[in-house]
């Protein structure tokens, strides 16, 4: 059974540029979370996305945004892109909803904003 | 206060050692845990997850829950070298929100 899968691996985009994240979760899999990994603040929480909804949101400003496809696919939008947006993007992926089941991670997605 | 807390370390223990990690959480109404292994460069991978109080077991994890006290603590029996990476515990927050919440992470170093 593959696993989450989350592309492009690496990015790299200068200030004001706006970036598209893809994930595939695991095949049956209908919940994807979204976090934002840094050394000072580790793991935070984006957003939930479960059959196509978002579920649940956490503190980020409007121009962090997702959606989630009927396959499950789900795409991570980053507008006017800032120094600090640098991170490890991961995506996680569960049968149900985020907590409620346990989450996978994809591999991640390492962007830079120069 | 941060709602889920963790000793950042480093914590380094000899090969053969028990290694423990712990973790406390503020809200009263969580009730589901979880502890990931990170390895540097990679993504976090689940190692256990324990729902009620009391101890769970797993090769040579051993995750403890204490509901009351609120923490939950992960031992590591016989530590081997592999087994150094960043630990993170996740919480599952009660009520309307269901989120996991992440702690920071403890680092841990097991010495040959």
């Known amino acids: 059974k593959a696993g989450v899968t989350q592309t492009p691996r690496y990015l790299i985009k200068t200030r004001g540029q706006q970036v598209t994240l893809s994930c595939s979760p695991i095949?049956?899999?209908?919940?994807v979370s979204w976090y934002q990994q840094t050394p000072g603040q580790g793991l935070q929480f984006l957003f939930e996305?479960?059959?196509?909804?978002?579920?649940n949101k956490g503190n980020f400003p409007g121009r962090f945004s997702g959606r989630q496809f009927s396959n499950s696919r789900s795409e991570m939008n980053v507008s006017t892109l800032e120094l600090g947006d640098s991170a490890l993007y991961l995506c996680?992926?569960?049968?149900?909803?985020?907590?409620?089941?346990?989450?996978?991670f994809g591999a991640g997605t390492r962007l830079s904003v120069l | 206060q941060k709602e889920v807390e963790q000793n950042s370390g480093p914590l380094s223990v000899p090969e053969g050692a028990i290694a423990s990690l712990n973790c406390t959480y503020s809200?009263?109404?969580?009730?589901?845990f979880f502890w990931y292994r990170q390895y540097s460069g990679k993504s976090p991978e689940l190692i256990m997850s324990?729902?009620s109080n009391g101890d769970k077991e797993d090769g040579r994890f051993t995750a403890q829950l204490n509901k009351a006290s609120q923490y939950v603590s992960l031992l590591i029996r016989d530590s081997q070298p592999s087994d150094s990476a960043t630990y993170l515990c996740?919480?599952?927050?009660?009520?309307?929100?269901?989120?996991?919440?992440w702690g920071l992470g403890t680092s841990l170093a097991v010495n040959p």
């Open positions: 996680a992926s569960s049968l149900g909803g985020a907590g409620l089941n346990i989450q996978y």
């Open positions: 095949s049956g899999h209908r919940s």
């Open positions: 996305y479960f059959s196509e909804t978002q579920r």
């Open positions: 809200d009263r109404g969580s009730q589901s």
């Open positions: 324990i729902y």
């Open positions: 996740a919480v599952l927050k009660g009520g309307n929100n269901r989120k996991l919440i």
